[in-house]
DNA sequence: TATAATTTTAAATATTTGTAAAATTTTACT
DNA sequence: AGTAAAATTTTACAAATATTTAAAATTATA
């Protein structure tokens, strides 16, 4: 996997040896390691210093699980359970808890690796959403710049395909086919409601025609 | 877990008879689950419609880890590896390939819904203690941010389906032939309750119509 | 049975989509 | 460049569909 970012990772593990190892294994996965041995000083380091969290659930003195909860009291921070004690009921509470994976000891450090690149993906994709048009299917509902856009039926489906085509262009059977929303509409019909979703994304972008084929979608410059 | 709202999940899985049973345990967990045996017909469906997808690696005819790239190619649905390989190389392969988790058959099915959840909780598909509206059932309530809602029979049965198929749209006639409360209603008395639940809940989300279908619930942005 | 609450009906209003004609832009040809 | 044909856009209005209102009918409740 491709990275130029220097991953730092936060563990609580009382084995000193295995942490020192796992460390410099990780280390040519361009993964930084700060291993505590003792939660109570874990739990009082800066959580948002750290891009995730590797959590030993037998620890002394302070239960894996309680210190999960006590984590995802203040932060959001990717949370990995990893644990000698593969007892489903423990792995179950630890997800609910928050964890976002739970990784039973002994494990190949090879599938940790690959395991907090899947979780920090899945953590990224959220994060980063610049594109000034969002599109939220499940709510039928498309955002200009975070504030939703008002758009009837067939203006949404339009602009819903053509988000979703965003850098191809989209021929106009593609679109009059996509729903039936379009049923009986003739392709002037079409060429009416891009008309009207021009003039409502006009501030951020606009719909180029590619005459003979359809529509593109493109933004402005600035956005 | 508290849960208004049914999951949709997509398995792609050639024994039959381990979905069958799979599905009717993850309905108790509020997850509708839709098996395909056939990986080609699997990837033809509208992977928009489903909250999650759960893969087995040792599919016939198609390689499981070349249909997560097919899936990943098109869409960022989540996406959850179930396999008996557990060989750690196809653990890798997995997630490097844009999986979310790496199941190994035989797993608990409990631990599976665990699971779900963590991922869904991380795409945010699920609002852990936002949700605006609640539904109890077994009271016949509805709450609005934790304050129950005042509504009649009529307004509760269309309430609650609306909320159900959160994410989808119902249609008149699926609102209509749900409850004997509608039994001798023209589809214009539903357009009456609509109107007055809508006017209900407007302070956290709206009823949008799906012109010439029926209706779908959304909430506002900052519930 | 009377009263209140709820649902249904029907008519008025409002919104969305479709149509057709005019205006504009693009293309290809001279 | 100039021009005609084709494609696309715009406009204004018509048609289809959905919403709102208020009052009547029904149902539930005391």
Do not use: W
């Amino acid at each position: 996997m491709q990275m130029n970012k220097v991953i730092d990772i936060l563990m609580i593990e009382d084995d000193f040896e295995f942490a020192k190892l796992l460390g410099s294994f990780l280390e040519k996965h361009n993964i930084k390691l700060k291993n505590y041995t003792d939660p109570f000083i874990g739990l009082s380091v800066p959580l948002e210093k750290f891009d995730l969290v590797i959590l030993d659930l037998t620890l002394p003195g302070l239960d894996g699980l309680q210190m999960c909860k006590e984590i995802r009291k203040k932060s959001a921070v990717p949370i990995i359970i990893s644990s000698a004690r593969s007892d489903i009921e423990d792995k179950i509470k630890g997800l609910n808890l928050g964890a976002d994976d739970y990784l039973p000891k002994p494990y190949d450090p090879k599938e940790l690796v690959a395991r907090i690149y899947s979780v920090l993906r899945r953590y990224k994709k959220i994060e980063e959403k610049n594109e000034p048009l969002l599109l939220d299917e499940k709510n039928s509902t498309i955002y200009l710049n975070s504030k939703a856009l008002s758009l009837t039926p067939a203006e949404f489906e339009v602009l819903k395909i053509l988000i979703k085509n965003y850098g191809n262009s989209v021929s106009k059977e593609q679109i009059l086919y996509s729903s039936t929303v379009f049923a009986n509409s003739s392709s002037n019909s079409l060429a009416v409601i891009i008309n009207r979703v021009r003039k409502k994304i006009s501030s951020i972008g606009s719909i180029k025609t590619v005459r003979g084929v359809g529509y593109r979608l493109v933004y402005h410059e600035n956005s």
